[in-house]
Structures are given as structure tokens and as C-alpha cells.
């Protein structure tokens, strides 16, 4: 899909990618989560990942670096923010896990998309 939408020259280019650790072992977690953020990388998509799994989370943050968000889904909250995914929410997903309310992990390739809501 992203090698179509670089041949069709589309600027604006989003993935999104639904609890794709459902049926895949933690070790190949850290592997998709690789192949993602490169893909992302390669052909300027923004990915966004909806995940329970703190190993996926974990990897997407080790992968993305600096282009990596998180936004923990709170039902009680109307608006979310994009949290960078720096040294300490590293350490807290791979230790904790995730917060009470549900995580998803975004992967942005485009630093101007953090913090939209």
C-alpha cells in the first residue's frame, strides 16, 4: 500500500494498524514494530498503532526514537494528547506496562502531528 501511494505521489499518507499483536508472539512484536517504523520511515507514512501489549508498545518506542508518541485512552476524557516517547515512558511501559486506562501507541513521522486531539 505505501509503495502504491509513493508511486501515485500522495503527500498525506496515514496507516492505521488495530491491535496487531492479537496473534503474534512478544519476540515478533519487537520485529513488526521494527518493519513498521522503517516502513514509516521509508515512505513518510504516519502509523498509528492500537495496542494492549507493552512489548509492541515497548519496541515501537525503542524503533521510533524521537517520532514515536503515546496516547492513553482514557473513556472518561472527551480529548487526548500525544506524549513523546522519551527515556522514562520507556522504562514505565517495559516495567509497569501500561497505564489504568487503555494504551494506544502512535507512531508519527511527521513531528507537526503531535498534540493534535
Not at 86 to 93: I, K, Q
Request: charged share 25%; proline share 3%; with cysteine.
Amino acid at each position: 500500500m505505501a509503495a502504491m501511494w509513493e508511486l501515485e505521489g500522495r503527500s498525506e499518507r496515514v496507516m492505521l494498524i488495530d491491535e496487531p499483536d492479537a496473534h503474534i508472539h512478544p519476540d515478533l512484536q519487537a520485529r513488526f514494530a521494527e518493519v513498521l517504523c522503517r516502513v514509516g520511515e521509508r515512505f513518510s507514512l504516519q502509523v498509528i498503532v492500537s495496542t494492549h501489549s507493552t512489548s509492541l508498545l515497548s519496541a515501537i518506542g525503542q524503533f521510533g526514537g524521537a517520532k514515536a508518541s503515546v496516547v492513553y485512552v482514557d473513556h472518561m476524557k472527551q480529548n487526548y494528547d500525544a506524549k513523546p516517547f522519551d527515556a522514562h515512558l520507556e522504562r514505565t511501559v517495559g516495567v509497569f506496562g501500561r497505564s489504568r486506562s487503555d494504551g494506544a501507541a502512535v507512531r508519527c513521522s511527521d513531528p507537526s502531528c503531535r498534540g493534535r486531539r
